[in-house]
């Protein structure tokens, strides 16, 4: 079975413009947690989606937004891109019924702001 | 609010020794916890879950345990290897993950 997919892997842009990073989770899976992962903050929560609908959430400003597929698959979008943003995104996948399912994680996209 | 730690911050043994790592946790209100493993620029891979009934869990030469009354978990590796080399995370869910700030593990030959 395949594992969390995210893409792209990487990814550098500048201040103010926008970025949107997407994830495949495990094939039967329908939850799909994102969190964001700095040297500074460590792992923190962003939030999650579960049958389309965002379950949980973070505490982060706006600007960091999501949303899930009909096909469980997540994209989240960041807005005007902030210097701090920097930082690798990582994705996280469950079976999702219930909200502390074992989760397992995507590869990551590194996202630099310049 | 919900704080992990993690002690210690960094682990560097020679190949063959048991290791032990720590994580400790402030609210003891976790439906479970996890165990994982990052090497340098990568995601997580989960390496045990312990739920919060369990005293114990084992995979191979790991071993994690959990003390939900006191909030502390340890992951045991027994006879560690370079390829155990890596930072080692845990975190608690209360409906998310929680972590801690990781111990960052080299075991030389």
């Known amino acids: 079975k395949a594992g969390v997919t995210q893409t792209p892997r990487y990814l550098i842009k500048t201040r103010g413009q926008q970025v949107t990073l997407s994830c495949s989770p495990i094939?039967?899976?329908?939850?799909v947690s994102w969190y964001q992962q700095t040297p500074g903050q460590g792992l923190q929560f962003l939030f999650e989606?579960?049958?389309?609908?965002?379950?949980n959430k973070g505490n982060f400003p706006g600007r960091f937004s999501g949303r899930q597929f009909s096909n469980s698959r997540s994209e989240m979008n960041v807005s005007t891109l902030e210097l701090g943003d920097s930082a690798l995104y990582l994705c996280?996948?469950?079976?999702?019924?219930?909200?502390?399912?074992?989760?397992?994680f995507g590869p990551g996209t590194r996202l630099t702001v310049l | 609010k919900q704080e992990v730690t993690q002690i210690p911050a960094a682990l560097s043994v020679p190949e063959g020794e048991n290791l032990v790592l720590n994580c400790s946790f402030t609210?003891?209100?976790?439906?479970?916890l996890q165990w994982f493993r990052q090497d340098p620029g990568k995601g997580l891979t989960s390496l045990l879950l312990?739920?919060?009934?369990?005293r114990e869990q084992t995979s191979g030469r790991l071993n994690a345990s959990l003390d939900k009354s006191s909030g502390r978990s340890t992951l045991y590796i027994a006879a560690s290897q370079p390829g155990d080399s890596a930072t080692y995370l845990c975190?608690?869910?209360?409906?998310?993950?929680?972590f801690g700030t990781g111990t960052r593990l080299q075991v030389f030959p």
């Open positions: 996280a996948s469950s079976q999702g019924v219930l909200t502390y399912n074992e989760q397992f």
């Open positions: 094939s039967g899976h329908r939850s």
């Open positions: 989606y579960f049958s389309e609908t965002q379950r």
């Open positions: 609210d003891s209100a976790i439906y479970n």
């Open positions: 312990i739920q919060s009934s369990q």
């Open positions: 975190a608690v869910n209360t409906d998310k993950l929680i």
